[in-house]
């Protein structure tokens, strides 16, 4: 496969992978937002922007985004050093290649799978809602699962048999990361993914809850898409041992949501 027709495929991936059609459940969940509209906290476009942020996009910066970037190198092997710069690469095991064939094989090789499920538990337990933390589950299960399903490519049904054996909890952030590699897209475009799927979801859910035009939305989205450059170069940065982010206020307001007695998301 030439270069441009692998970018075609790859984008095309991705593509089908981010789409509300793809069965993830993300779409039945406000991740904290309605909890928040119920305070008072977020009640129109401006304190919608408010939210997004000083909460939405420092969470994607120092958790989500960071994520999604030492497991994509953990998954990778050899470029795992480039990207984490934290000497990780002493630490890859090998991996007996489990198929014929021949990108797969060299996919599962330099997997350093110990650090991925320290990722997906480190995922985890930033969720500290328990409502949240347990959609999270649910959708990076589903997504790992489904790719290894539909691509059929070693590597994720490596990494299924690995969460299923190690008893990981699933992470959207490291199953986006591993549809990156076995798509063979780049870094960037994981991280891209993830940014948009993360602020549209919100803003989807908000279009429900608030009354929101569907321009207002959409400027209000754009403003965000157009934060994504820096806050990824911020997430480049962040160490593992400093992925994290705390804003007791949605948690707060995610754990109440859960014993509410009328809602229209999950979480």
């Known amino acids: 496969m030439n270069t441009e027709t692998s970018g075609v495929a790859w984008l095309a991936g991705m593509l089908q992978m981010g789409d509300t059609f793809y069965p993830t459940g993300a779409y039945a969940h406000s991740f904290g937002l309605e909890g928040m509209i119920e305070l008072g906290a977020v009640r129109d476009r401006e304190t919608l922007r408010e939210f997004l942020l000083r909460s939405a996009l420092p969470a994607l910066?120092?958790?989500?985004?960071?994520?999604v970037i030492h497991a994509w190198g953990a998954l990778g092997g050899g470029r795992n050093a480039e990207v984490s710069g934290d000497g990780v690469l002493d630490k890859i095991k090998r991996i007996n290649g489990i198929s014929e064939n021949e990108d797969g094989r060299r996919a599962v090789e330099w997997v350093d799978w110990r650090k991925v499920g320290e990722l997906c538990v480190l995922a985890s337990a930033l969720k500290s809602a328990k409502e949240a933390r347990l959609a999270a589950e649910n959708i990076g299960r589903q997504r790992a699962e489904l790719a290894a399903k539909l691509r059929g490519h070693p590597l994720a049904v490596e990494f299924v048999r690995w969460a299923e054996a190690e008893k990981w909890p699933y992470s959207p952030a490291a199953a986006a990361a591993l549809e990156a590699r076995v798509l063979g897209a780049p870094l960037e475009a994981a991280l891209a993914s993830v940014f948009y799927a993360s602020i549209a979801g919100l803003m989807a859910a908000a279009?429900?809850?608030l009354r929101l035009g569907q321009n207002g939305s959409q400027?209000?989205?754009?403003?965000m898409m157009g934060k994504a450059p820096e806050i990824?170069?911020?997430?480049?940065?962040?160490?593992?041992?400093?992925?994290?982010?705390?804003?007791?206020?949605?948690?707060i307001a995610a754990a109440r949501h859960e014993r509410a007695a009328a809602r229209l998301f999950i979480s």
Do not use: C, H
């Not at 910066?61 to 994520?67: D, F, I, M, S």
């Not at 990824?232 to 948690?251: C, S, T, Y």
């Open 207 to 209: 279009m429900k809850l």
């Open 232 to 251: 990824v170069a911020a997430a480049k940065k962040v160490p593992v041992g400093e992925i994290g982010w705390f804003n007791p206020w949605l948690d």
């Open 61 to 67: 910066r120092q958790a989500e985004l960071p994520v």
């Open 219 to 223: 400027t209000l989205l754009t403003e």
